[in-house]
């Protein structure tokens, strides 16, 4: 895997900081809307674009629209601002804490914590490991990610961490969008804007193939790969704002 041009647009993004104020501004509520979106279009909720904005910035409910729908795009939110304000260790109590954001109001009996019991994903011949030894693979990832972090580049620390966590599956539900909210705060640690997984057909088909490849076959390149093109995306477009 070549990360030059990621890495030469880091530079650059680098180069511009410390960044306009009011660009960051006007960036981080763009994102907020965009990643919110997609993320829970991608896992099936039916909140358009344009609707997903309308809940997080003027409060408003949509007609037609089931009550869980609104409070995905709400609590993912919530949970963005939570990973913004992370300081501390990647840690299970990190990722216990963004699953119960996700699901708040939702499912509050199984919001963060761990599975306890077997499941299968749907369209994916990948079965997740019996839910005994969930916690003990938690364990496992995150003694991985801490030797790991300082010998990989961060882009392929961040993709194989969210690769990890869905392989795993450590909660009944919100497994996909806690894992795309841990590869954005691994991700913005080392300075990166947030990538955005985009619920587009070809490309969220394009994600469960390369998730699915990784999964049955160990090859994790091609998600890599396709990761690092939505870091690209997000470091052009952050360059082309604040220029």
């Not at 990538?195 to 057909?201: D, Q, R, S």
Request: aromatic fraction near 8%.
């Amino acid at each position: 895997m070549d990360f030059k041009e990621i890495d030469q647009l880091k530079l650059q993004l680098d180069d511009l900081r410390p960044l306009p104020a009011a660009a960051v501004k006007n960036l981080d509520e763009i994102y907020r809307v965009e990643w919110t979106y997609n993320s829970n279009a991608i896992e099936g909720n039916t909140l358009t674009l344009l609707e997903t904005k309308l809940v997080l910035e003027d409060g408003l409910t949509i007609g037609g629209k089931k009550l869980k729908e609104h409070f995905e795009v709400i609590n993912h939110s919530e949970a963005i601002n939570y990973v913004k304000e992370i300081t501390d260790e990647l840690s299970e109590y990190v990722l216990r804490s963004i699953h119960k954001l996700l699901l708040k109001n939702i499912d509050d009996e199984n919001a963060g914590r761990y599975r306890m019991i077997n499941v299968g994903i749907s369209g994916s011949t990948h079965t997740p490991s019996n839910y005994v030894i969930v916690a003990e693979q938690m364990e496992q990832m995150l003694q991985w990610y801490k030797q790991a972090k300082d010998h990989i580049h961060p882009v392929e620390l961040a993709a194989r961490a969210h690769f990890q966590f869905v392989f795993i599956h450590p909660f009944t539900d919100g497994n996909g969008r806690t894992a795309r909210l841990l590869m954005n705060l691994i991700l913005m640690g080392y300075g990166y804007p947030p990538a955005i997984v985009k619920a587009e057909n070809n490309l969220r088909l394009k994600y469960y193939e390369t998730l699915e490849e990784a999964s049955i076959n160990g090859n994790q390149e091609p998600f890599i790969n396709l990761m690092a093109s939505c870091v690209k995306d997000s470091l052009e477009r952050y360059i082309a704002a604040v220029k």
